[in-house]
């Protein structure tokens, strides 16, 4: 199906393991972001990309490691899970630059993570 | 304080009422305004999209902006117990291209 997929949909790590977060999307939008969600906090942004091979830092990055190799694949890597990284996280994206609609970001079903 | 100010709620309301959802934002420099609707373990679907001031309708959906005063609005006319979910508010400058949200107004419409 076209769109944006996430995989896993759930997780449970422990404290100190590396984690990857999978985000494919299917509508060759340029941009891409990494959002989690938090009771209190609501959407922050961890990291974005506006093309292959370009990440820039959102609100939140520090833990977090990004990668662009194609166009439609952004995962998202927790370098040594803490607790602190328990939260919902959702993979976004919006077409490129110069469009009409630049600025609807359309997002995943989302990943919940657990470190225990 | 943050930029974007959004009321958690909950808000409760009978079955076709006229829903009223509200957001207020500090940086004058946001001039893109986004509602997403977010329903329970499901990701934010966009619902509505307005560019700088003014009105947009979209079916039982108003998105309103007035920037001099720095607020937002959606309006749910007719409300159905499907549109119990979380709304969210989010802005943007232009060439910003990250999105600033509220936290989200809880929505629940009652039989």
């Known amino acids: 199906d076209a769109g944006i997929t996430q995989s896993p949909r759930y997780k449970i790590t422990e404290t100190g393991r590396q984690v990857t977060l999978m985000c494919h999307q299917t509508?060759?939008?340029?941009?891409m972001f990494w959002y989690r969600q938090d009771l209190g906090h609501g959407l922050r942004l961890i990291y974005y990309?506006?093309?292959?091979?370009?990440?820039d830092k959102g609100e939140v990055p520090d833990g977090y490691v990004v990668s662009r190799s194609k166009t439609e694949n952004f995962p998202l890597t927790l370098e040594s899970a803490t607790r602190s990284q328990t939260s919902v996280y959702f993979c976004?994206?919006?077409?490129?630059?110069?469009?009409?609609?630049?600025?609807?970001?359309?997002f995943g079903p989302g990943t919940r993570l657990t470190v225990t | 304080q943050k930029e974007v100010e959004q009321d958690p709620g909950p808000l409760s309301v009978p079955e076709g009422a006229i829903v009223s959802l509200n957001c207020t934002y500090s940086?004058?420099?946001?001039?893109?305004f986004m509602w997403y609707r977010q329903y329970s373990r499901k990701g934010p679907e966009l619902l509505m999209y307005?560019?700088?001031?003014g009105n947009k309708e979209d079916g039982r959906f108003t998105a309103q902006v007035d920037k001099s005063s720095k607020y937002i609005s959606l309006f749910i006319r007719d409300s159905q117990p499907s549109d119990s979910a979380t709304y969210l508010c989010?802005?943007?400058?232009?060439?910003?291209?990250?999105?600033?949200f509220g936290k989200g107004t809880s929505l629940l419409v009652t039989p």
């Open positions: 976004a994206s919006s077409e490129e630059a110069g469009g009409p609609h630049l600025y609807e970001q359309y």
């Open positions: 307005t560019y700088s001031s």
């Open positions: 990309s506006a093309a292959a091979d370009i990440t």
């Open positions: 989010a802005m943007t400058r232009p060439a910003g291209y990250a999105l600033n």
């Open positions: 509508w060759s939008h340029s941009y």
């Open positions: 940086n004058s420099a946001f001039q893109y």
